[in-house]
């Protein structure tokens, strides 16, 4: 990649940074602001690559557009193809830069497994408890995995919620028809919601861990200084990554970035934000 990107000055550029690649230990992310951009970028691959007896596998290559509008890309004259979703290391990356596809493709997996377990939920020889603690072991991480990477909206944590209180009806066998409510299943199984907590406290967890790094890395002067040139789009605001970080926190931008130094009080901040007391009364 070094030889590819030598003398190359396109890329996007975030932060005052250019970025033009992503290395992964057997992928590689090429990034351009045009479709002329990108198809010198991959030529430029392409022939420092065969100088290695390397070969660029055209029906694994795929492109994907955040704007609207043709982006024809070939190598060694065979077209690759252009996605709106893409499947990659359990994630669904979108072209929208959503996460709602990758949300609910980790519930429908989760899904998956707590239907698989279904004798188990209808043993009457299992107590609820040990239901509850294979329910939690078995099915949260699959749901949880990855989740720092979220932008988390009101829709997404209805959605967290919704799942986690569908899969503890099922484990207790109490169907929609006996109206029962969500606090009484809860006291019933002896937990409380769990799932959108762990959710928001790995996430912030990953922010400190950033931030507390001393070197100059992507993801912190993303996260710090993450802007992009042009003009901002009339309406309001998506949410951002960071946005998620500062309304959980209560705290500006500047004021987490110092408070994640002492990883005490990071801990203890972090634990009252995503797992709040219930007061009595």
């Given amino acids: 990649m070094r030889e590819t990107t030598e003398g ?10 250019r970025i033009s690649n992503l290395r992964y230990a057997d992928d ?74 990758d949300i609910c ?51 997404h944590e209805d959605k967290l919620e919704a799942f986690e209180m569908k899969a503890l009806r099922q484990i207790m066998r109490v169907l929609w028809m006996a109206k029962r409510t969500n606090s009484w299943v809860l006291e019933q199984a002896g937990v409380n919601r769990s799932l959108l907590a762990n959710a928001n406290s790995g996430k912030l967890r990953y922010f400190g861990h950033i931030m507390r790094g001393k070197d100059k890395s992507l993801e912190k002067g993303i996260i710090i200084e993450g802007n992009l040139p042009g003009s901002i789009k009339r309406g309001k605001p998506r949410t951002a990554w960071i946005d998620n970080v500062t309304s959980w926190m209560g705290l500006k931008l500047e004021e987490a970035v110092r408070k994640v130094d002492n990883r005490s009080a990071w801990r203890t901040a972090i634990h009252s934000v995503a797992y709040p007391r219930i007061e009595d009364g």
């Fill in 8 to 17: 190359f000055e396109g890329g996007l550029q975030i932060g005052g940074r």
């Fill in 28 to 101: 590689i992310v090429l990034i351009a602001t045009s479709a002329q951009e990108l198809q010198t970028l991959v030529n430029h691959l392409n022939i420092v690559s065969k100088r290695y007896d390397l070969l660029i596998n055209a029906e694994k290559t795929k492109v994907m557009t955040t704007v609207n509008g043709s982006c024809d890309v070939t190598i060694d004259n065979q077209t690759v193809e252009v996605m709106d979703t893409f499947p990659y290391l359990g994630s669904v990356i979108t072209s929208d830069a959503e996460c709602t596809a």
């Fill in 105 to 155: 493709a980790r519930l429908n997996k989760r899904q998956g497994i707590v239907s698989s377990l279904r004798k188990i939920w209808k043993s009457h020889d299992i107590t609820i408890d040990t239901k509850v603690r294979l329910l939690q072991t078995l099915v949260r991480p699959v749901t949880s995995c990855r989740c720092e990477s979220w932008t988390l909206k009101r829709l």
